[in-house]
């Protein structure tokens, strides 16, 4: 089977200095896959790269049967891949409503599509439907991660990279935006998502990889990383 996103042994630097340093990954449709790691572990940079908001300096990453290497996030976006970044982003002056057409914008969508992706964003996230009018910067944390996701929903992604969405969340909102993955999971959307949370990442992903200093140093099924000693004793504190 053809993997719908193979990331083969790319490497990334700022400024040129070095912080990825030969990662392979890939995802099935209809997969949820989790990276994690510690902080600095290269994560977000990862993320990044393969949304096409920076390029590797070697390596290549194929998308859908294309190969997306050097292609800018504007055009990536239009083949099918969304990316929700770490902390949210959402534009605050901006009302619920606004963020989400922006999302639809971004893809190119536009014009009677986007009353009907706004309804079904709204059946998904009823809270966002009595805020639709309200400026983002007035939500709650969890409302505004709701909105972010509903945001890069908006574009009809095959696959979407979900950036520590429990960031900043108190334990029930997690629980809640996690419940809220497995949904849009359900609705035929292949998931890549990075985090810290490594157990509640691991129930609902099928497989992971761990990421430490620009590697991969685990990988396997959820099952066989939450069995792991090493795992357990590295990330989730036993
Ligand atoms: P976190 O959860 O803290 O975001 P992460 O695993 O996502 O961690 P990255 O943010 O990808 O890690 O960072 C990987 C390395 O790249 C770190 O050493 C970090 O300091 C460095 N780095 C990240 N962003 C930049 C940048 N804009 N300029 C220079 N170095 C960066």
Do not use: W
Request: proline share 3%.
């Amino acid at each position: 089977m053809t993997a719908m996103l193979e990331v083969k042994d790319i490497h990334c630097a700022y400024d040129h200095v070095p912080v990825i340093h030969g990662i392979s990954l890939h995802v099935n449709e209809g997969e949820v896959v989790a990276i994690l790691g510690a902080n600095g572990a290269g994560k977000s940079t990862m993320m990044r790269t393969i949304a096409g908001l920076m390029h590797p300096t070697a390596g290549s990453i194929s998308f859908d049967g294309s190969d997306i290497t050097k292609m800018p996030a504007s055009r990536s976006i239009k083949q099918g891949l969304s990316y929700v970044p770490e902390g949210r982003r959402l534009f605050a002056k901006l009302t619920v409503r606004e963020n989400l057409e922006l999302g639809a914008f971004s893809s190119g969508g536009g014009g009677d599509c986007v009353a009907e992706r706004l309804e079904e964003m709204y059946e998904l996230f009823p809270i966002l439907k009595s805020r639709s009018n309200q400026t983002a910067e007035t939500m709650s944390g969890g409302e505004q991660q709701m909105c972010a996701i509903a945001r890069g929903l908006m574009s009809r992604p095959k696959l979407i990279m979900l950036d520590e969405l429990s960031l900043g969340l108190q334990p029930s909102l997690v629980e809640r935006v996690f419940e809220t993955v497995v949904e849009i999971r359900k609705r035929g959307v292949t998931i890549l998502l990075v985090e810290q949370m490594v157990q509640e990442a691991l129930e609902i992903a099928d497989r992971g990889y761990v990421l430490q200093t620009g590697r991969v140093v685990h990988e396997g099924s959820s099952q066989e990383l939450l069995d792991s000693d090493e795992v357990r004793k590295a990330y989730m504190g036993m």
